[in-house]
């Protein structure tokens, strides 16, 4: 095991040729509006602005009024941003006391996946790896892949709120380990990881020396009674590379405005910071309106706008889940912050289903409600549900999936499916059931299946009340949202 926290090579990556990734290629759910009988409660997507009832502060779109009417942000800005935007990040992102920083530690980014891009080019060479969550967003894979970058997964635990498998982790890491991927609050599991959690993963990367990418999108958004602790906070030897922006808590996701902040420790990232440089040169910076009016919206967006909006995620998270806890067959997680929550499937009770793929196409064409499969997240038998939907929509959506179970699901009679607790939640890290789930008779996995290269959602239109037709078998191919 090497120990140095840079892999041989991994900082050459700025130079050379990229492959371009089409975000947009492969098969679309085709929604017919002249047939059927029901609207359609489109679940699945992350943006939270779709159905209007999610609105960004006065505050922050005056902001960029008052930075376009100023005619002083019209041309190209330096590449990684202008030093009145950074400066303004650096103050936003720093722990004072703990981990400060400059306007030298901020690349300016469009958006939190590009910024993601730009970490994993500058981290990692082809034929290395980054470990990353499961279940987890898919780009991660898309990214690292598209650059000769393998994928190695470690598993969340949901009956420990989806904390990480300290051990696989630390199993998974060899010489070839670049970095480690953290996503706290978690898309898709909602998860908030506790201050202990995250020290314990600090330990595993101290002790392999082994970088973090922090993916912290979701940074503050979490539920009433429960903190939020950026990672790079708690150690003073893991050298982090944490990647946030505008998109989810400031509720602007099409604005494209993501940053990285360097916390470097020991003078690691050097060779770093000339590779982010180099490679914020590919965008020729991120949106420089928007940069304009980043030092407005960062000070004076009101602190009852978050807490508005997260008390509108939690109430209708607390709906969902004490609805869909009572419907034989399914198991909801109950989040702790973010968007999402996660819904385990027996699938052995829905006997007709092959996979949560079929289960979520038929729930389409049968209740028009559009969830995630878990496939999506490469974790099967579990559906993904997005909590930014307005309640009523949401309250209706969760009847019309219970009357679909209703209707599908046949409890099994076997000795395995007794022990719920043990069936629900237990996988191996390989992908395939365990023992104690009837050879996997449960939950019905098939080994290493995962979301297509190019199925990460885009922007899109929404057709969130379109009426749909029957769906051709396989038709359906999911865009994971990219932040």
């Known amino acids: 095991m090497s120990v140095s926290w840079m892999r041989p090579t991994a900082l050459d990556n700025h130079q050379g040729t990229y492959l371009l990734l089409d975000n947009h290629q492969g098969t679309y759910l085709l929604l017919d509006n002249h047939q059927g009988t029901y609207l359609l409660l489109d679940n699945h997507q992350g943006d939270p602005t779709v159905f209007g009832n999610l609105k960004p502060a006065k505050e922050i779109t005056d902001a960029v009024v008052t930075a376009i009417q100023s005619g002083k942000f019209n041309g190209y800005a330096p590449s990684t941003g202008y030093v009145e ?3 303004a990040v650096a103050r936003y992102c720093s722990v004072p006391g703990v981990a400060e920083l400059e306007a030298k530690d901020i690349v300016l980014c469009s958006g939190c996946s590009c910024a993601l891009d730009l970490c994993i080019t500058a981290l990692c060479s082809p034929g290395q790896n980054i470990l ?6 898919p780009i991660y894979k898309t990214l690292a892949e598209g650059l000769s970058i393998s994928t190695k997964h470690y598993d969340l635990l949901p009956e420990k709120n989806w904390e990480a498998d300290l051990v696989m982790l630390e199993d998974m890491i060899d010489e070839n380990t670049a970095a480690i991927v953290v996503n706290n609050p978690s898309n898709p599991c909602g998860s908030v990881f506790s201050t202990q959690h995250q020290r314990d993963i600090l330990q595993v990367a101290s002790r392999n020396k082994v970088p973090i990418i922090a993916d912290e999108i979701y940074e503050h958004f979490v539920f009433e009674g429960l903190e939020y602790q950026p990672m790079a906070s708690l150690t003073e030897e893991v050298p982090v590379l944490s990647c946030s922006g505008l998109t989810k808590r400031f509720l602007v996701p099409g ?25 914020s040169q590919r965008i020729i910076g991120s949106n420089t309106i928007v940069q304009g009016a980043l030092p407005t919206i960062l000070v004076s967006t009101p602190k009852s706008f978050f807490s508005d909006t997260i008390s509108q995620i939690q109430s209708n998270a607390k709906m969902s889940y004490n ?8 198991r909801p997680v109950m989040p702790q912050g973010a968007m999402y929550m996660m819904v385990g499937v027996d699938m052995a009770g829905f006997q007709h289903f092959s996979s949560d793929l079929e289960f979520v196409e038929t729930m389409i064409r049968e209740e028009s409600v559009f969830c995630l499969p878990g496939k999506c997240f490469d974790y099967h038998n579990y559906v993904r549900l997005v909590l930014t939907v307005p309640g009523e929509q949401l309250r209706e959506a969760c009847t019309r999936i219970a009357s679909f179970c209703s209707r599908h699901y046949r409890a099994a009679t076997t000795a395995s499916i007794t022990n719920n607790d043990v069936v629900v939640y237990k996988q191996l890290s390989n992908g395939q059931a365990s023992p104690e789930m009837n050879n996997g008779s449960f939950l019905g996995m098939k080994g290493d299946d995962s979301l297509d290269a190019n199925g990460h959602e885009g922007p899109q239109d929404t057709m969130s009340f379109a009426k749909v037709p029957v769906i051709e078998k396989g038709s359906l191919v999911s865009e994971i949202e990219a932040e």
């Open 85 to 87: 935007a950074r400066e």
């Open 132 to 137: 990353v969550p499961r279940p987890g967003f």
């Open 255 to 279: 604005w494209r405005m993501g940053w990285i902040s360097i916390y470097d420790r020991g003078n690691v990232f050097d060779k770093v910071r000339h590779a982010l440089q180099s490679l």
């Open 323 to 330: 609805l869909l806890k009572e419907v034989p067959g399914l």
